[in-house]
């Protein structure tokens, strides 16, 4: 029998740490073989990609980390941009010794992605789920998005996390539900009470605001690209991904039905399936 150690060691599964331009990030490196970087969105600790890292590292070597002032990585370390973020992305591929990697981004992830891949070159093909052309556009006030965005602030504690789980959940999946019950089982795969927000949330908020993919277009690396939108995301809606992809030469683009903004947690299996054929074309 191997003991846990051994487990991890025989698993090719590993949590580090690594000091970088003033933050000590924190990492966790699942299965092994072809490397894939996974990058998250705002408000979410890199655990919140375990339900890919499950299926994909049974034949990939997954790295998802915290974000810098997100979770165990700290401390933030002065401003947020994707420039930055980007550049933690690269420091996370050195520390592994890999040349290039499949990226995975989700929102601000998933533009985070597209500058790494714009700026070093390093990407063996890109995933970009619930995304956009300009930050601004996710940022945008609709009234939906208003109104779901005074409860999540300014509600009980309850109401906040009600009106969370209606921002990153579908109709469906909230149909019926105990939302108490679902906002804290879904609560570890945030990292954080759901009527709580870490406070680099403004922070992240605000460099997704100032990013505009398009400065990036013509630098952008000749690699399979998938780009992933979600029917019902009121964040990303699906007309801004396939702005995203017609602008990406070669590039394919799937909307999920009857997702939402969440929609790695919700529909994890469709999430995993289409990843799984990306990278095995790729």
Not at 15 to 20: E, V, W
Not at 93 to 117: K, R, T
């Amino acid at each position: 029998m191997l003991d846990n150690e051994a487990r991890r060691a025989h698993d090719g599964i590993g949590a580090g740490s690594l000091p970088h331009d003033g933050c000590t990030f924190a990492y966790r490196v699942h299965g092994a073989g072809v490397p894939v970087v996974l990058i998250q969105g705002v408000g979410l600790h890199g655990d919140g990609w375990a339900p890919q890292v499950d299926a994909l590292s049974e034949a990939f070597a997954c790295l998802s980390f915290d974000h810098r002032g997100m979770g165990a990585s700290q401390p933030t370390a002065g401003a947020v941009t994707v420039e930055r973020l980007a550049g933690d992305v690269v420091a996370l591929m050195d520390a592994q010794g890999w040349d290039a990697a499949h990226l995975v981004g989700h929102s601000l992830g998933a533009l985070v992605a597209l500058e790494v891949a714009a700026v070093s070159a390093r990407a063996l093909s890109l995933a970009l789920l619930c995304c956009v052309v300009r930050g601004r556009d996710a940022t945008r006030l609709t009234w939906p998005i208003a109104r779901l965005g005074i409860a999540a602030t300014f509600g009980s504690a309850r109401a906040r996390r009600h009106a969370f789980l209606r921002l990153v959940l579908p109709p469906s999946a909230l149909r019926g539900a105990e939302l108490d019950e679902l906002a804290t089982a879904l609560a570890p795969r945030f990292g954080h009470d759901l009527a709580e927000q870490p406070d680099v949330v403004d922070a992240q908020l605000a460099a997704l605001r100032r990013y505009d993919a398009r400065q990036r277009f013509g630098q952008l690396p000749e690699v399979p690209t998938l780009v992933m939108s979600a029917e019902y995301d009121p964040i990303a809606p699906p007309s801004f991904g396939r702005a995203l992809a017609a602008a990406i030469p070669g590039a394919r683009f799937v909307c999920i039905p009857d997702a939402a903004h969440g929609v790695t947690i919700h529909r994890a299996a469709e999430v995993n399936a289409l990843l799984l054929g990306h990278l095995a074309s790729a």
